[in-house]
Nanobody
Framework: QVQLVESGGGSVRAGGSLRLSCAASGYTYSCDCMGWFRQAPGKEREGVAILDNDGTPKYAESVKGRFTAWQDNGKNNLYLQMNSLKPEDTAMYYC??????????????????????RGPGTQVTVSS
């Protein structure tokens, strides 16, 4: 089992920054991929960032150049630094883990569509 708890959400103006954190426990070492996805009201989940076992991140096009994701060596903590935030970034953000990904951890959509574990989420609201 893997337990994930996010923190760091909040309300900011457009152009501002937030850093999300995810405290992970349990068998995180056995997960192929970890990362972040988001879901806005009335919209489908969107994979934001996915990291492989080496911590190499891949990003959705919508956040590339603005968001940075990383994890510590023990995969006990994940982070998402969000800069130049836009109103369209408003969503509930979830930390998630994929136990087994035969296709690897190249596509951020994997973390939104195939996650085996996820946290309760943290709300990010960006006003214009």
């Amino acid at each position: 089992q893997v337990q994930l708890v996010e923190s760091g959400g909040g309300s900011v103006r457009a152009g501002g920054s937030l850093r999300l954190s995810c405290a992970a426990s349990g068998y995180t070492y056995s997960c192929d991929c970890m990362g972040w996805f988001r879901q806005a009201p009335g919209k489908e989940r969107e994979g934001v960032a996915i990291l492989d076992n080496d911590g190499t991140p891949k990003y959705a096009e919508s956040v590339k150049g603005r968001f940075t994701a990383w994890q510590d060596n023990g995969k006990n903590n994940l982070y998402l630094q969000m800069n130049s935030l836009k109103p369209e970034d408003t969503a509930m953000y979830y930390c998630a883990a994929v136990f087994s990904s035969p296709g690897g951890c190249e596509d951020p959509a994997t973390i939104s569509s195939h996650s085996d574990y996820r946290g309760p989420g943290t709300q990010v609201t960006v006003s214009s």
